[in-house]
């Protein structure tokens, strides 16, 4: 059983990592596992995940810009 954590971010997304793989695909040349996956640890982030900072700091961006070209055309 190869070992997976997950990661709950305040975005209600959530996000699954290897923590470590079973025997047998430690021994497997593409680390295939046909087994049961264990969840060992559920965290909670305090912080939204990279995909929706991203997606904030370019709204953010796109509506400083519109805000700054409106203010330039109108002079």
């Given amino acids: 059983m190869c070992d997976y954590e997950e990661f709950i971010w ?6 699954f990592r290897l ?9 497997n040349p593409g680390h295939a596992c046909n087994f049961v996956k264990r969840l060992r ?11 929706c900072l991203a997606k904030q ?4 961006h796109a509506q400083m810009m519109s805000g700054w070209y409106g203010s ?3 002079a």
């Fill in 72 to 74: 330039n055309q109108a």
């Fill in 57 to 60: 700091a370019a709204e953010a």
């Fill in 10 to 15: 305040s975005c209600e997304h959530s996000d």
């Fill in 41 to 51: 640890h559920c965290w909670d982030q305090g912080r939204p995940c990279d995909a």
């Fill in 19 to 27: 923590k470590s793989y079973c025997h047998k695909a430690r021994n």
